[in-house]
């Protein structure tokens, strides 16, 4: 059974940082391209990043380009998204999520998902 669990969202202020994790189990992490996708209140899930199985092929989205890094530890099947200079539009529920090998920015080619973790940004 695949399971990905995120941590390590919370309330920080706009400029502030926070790092997220996303725990996975189930599968050979090795093989899987992981992405991290976010939902605020009333909105469509969007696309935040994404990386390769072996780190390479790495994609983000224009709101965070610059602000946020997506990387991976396989031996420890983890994938981090680092947040910087956080703002009140980055909140949000985030959700990792992971396919077979190729890297891909839409939701709906994802097959796992996390429960997701809250991410809110105070002005």
């Known amino acids: 059974q695949v399971q990905l669990v995120e941590s390590g969202g919370g309330l920080v202020q706009a400029g502030g940082s926070l790092r997220l994790s996303c725990a996975a189990s189930?599968?050979?992490?090795?093989?899987?391209?992981t992405g991290w996708f976010r939902q605020a209140p009333g909105k469509e899930r969007e696309f935040v990043a994404t990386l390769g199985p072996s780190g390479g092929s790495t994609f983000y989205a224009d709101s965070v380009k610059g602000r946020f890094t997506i990387s991976r530890d396989n031996a420890k099947n983890t994938v981090y998204l680092q947040m910087n200079s956080l703002k009140p539009e980055d909140t949000a529920v985030y959700y990792c999520?992971?396919?077979?090998?190729?890297?891909?920015?839409?939701?709906?080619?994802?097959?796992?998902w996390g429960q997701g973790t809250q991410v809110t940004v105070s002005s």
């Open positions: 999520a992971a396919r077979r090998l190729v890297a891909r920015v839409s939701a709906r080619d994802y097959n796992y």
């Open positions: 189930g599968l050979t992490f090795s093989m899987y391209a």
